[in-house]
């Protein structure tokens, strides 16, 4: 007789994750454990419900500010904004957006009166696209960060203790899992950090055998470098059966991208769109259909170049207000990237809104001279329908002239060039200077990301 149909196999992740974890942060009455039970409770809520959570939590945080943040208390008298007014009549579309600049130059006007710096977690970006940022998160805005996560992480089908593996290439994140405390972390967290950086094939081979030694459920990466990795499996012929779901974030997913990923580990994609600023603020369910929003946790407006809402099928520039980081407000941000919005509710029965596509970031979009607005997808369809071409930039340095740097392969020609450039043409008219320049390698950013197309005009 077997014993295993009558005695439930031992799970280290469920004990962690329903004991272990919930018992911990009770016994330090954090309130983390309520906070998670509350996100996974609200999701199934209608969306009227939601939105309303939402605007309650914005007006407490905009009454905080207006009373406890000098540099919003002078904004908000200079343009006439009342907190205290019914959201439709206060003018919060009045208060001027946040850029990394203003945060960079009013750091201490931007921490709270209420908040003491020992309450306050200092955090930056990595300045891959030329400027750095530096700010704080409080506690209470990190422990909603991590509830987020945990939310997330059911969509995906894993638990929080589940074993994890990440490629990535963010200095502060790699630096930290190899300090002693990152390998603690990362000991009682089950997970391991692979540097994106170096993706050479001995390398690789070596992720390779790590990874099967670790036996991670969910993998967590960039998408150029997982597409790397999973061309590498695919050539060899290898795979890595223990990895049942991956989450890619920090650069734009494209549609070839998912598809080899897919092929070379046998599971779904889901895909995540997250910031340093922020963690986790859209990400995918298993329907696919779009990125939920978080909603409780941020009030977002995705913007047309006239500053009014765009409509579905409408590309705007995403602005994010935090709704939990009392201790340094990030209120009307504007991070720099592109969605397309969604007007459609999702299959899955969840009440949180979603947002189509992310579309990038505001200078991964070429302007031509004829005035059309040329977004990454048309970059990356068109330049892998080319035979022979490895990897590709595109970067546009003024209005009329576009660099195309290439890393060929064998099968690549003249004719290709050709090919390619009549198809530039056609998107970018006669008056574009367009220059091929050929290169043995496409360099990554600083933190470890692959752009595909820079334009400096933004």
Known sequence: MSYTNIIPSFSLSKLLSNFIFPFYHLLKMDGLWEIIKDYEKNQWHHSDELYKIQRDKLKRLLS???????????????????????????????????????????????????????????????????????????????????????????????????RQAYLWGAP????????????????????????????????????????????????????????????????????????KSIITSAETLYLWQRSIIEKAFECSIYDRYGTREFGNIAHECDKHEGYHINLERFYIEILNEKGCPAAPKEIGEIIITDLDNYGFPFIRYRIEDLAIPSNKQCSCGRGLPLIEKIEGRSFDIVTAPNGNKIAGTFWTLTLRAIPGIDSFQIEQTSLNKLIVKIVPASRYSKSSERRLLEKIREKCGNEMEIRFVYVDKIPLTKSGKMRFVISTLA
């Open 64 to 162: 905080h500010c207006q009373q406890n943040v000098p540099y919003y208390r002078e904004l908000f008298r200079y343009v006439g904004f009342d907190a205290s007014k019914p959201f439709k009549e206060n003018g919060f579309t009045k208060i001027p957006q946040l850029t990394k600049k203003i945060i960079n130059e009013n750091r201490d006007f931007l921490k709270a009166n209420t908040s003491k710096m020992r309450d306050l977690v200092k955090n930056s970006t990595s300045g891959s696209t030329g400027e750095n940022l530096y700010f704080y998160q409080d506690k209470n805005a990190m422990m909603n960060r991590q509830a987020v996560v945990w939310r997330n992480f059911a969509w995906v089908d894993c638990l929080y203790a589940d």
């Open 172 to 243: 502060l994140d790699v630096n930290k899992s190899r300090s002693f405390f990152g390998k603690l972390h990362a000991f009682f967290n089950r997970s391991i950090t692979l540097s994106s950086y170096d993706l050479s094939e001995e390398s690789m081979w070596k992720y390779f055998r790590q990874l099967n030694k670790h036996k991670p459920k969910l993998f967590v990466s960039y998408p150029s470098p997982l597409a790397t990795f999973a061309k590498f499996l695919l050539e060899n012929d290898i795979k890595i059966p223990s990895i």
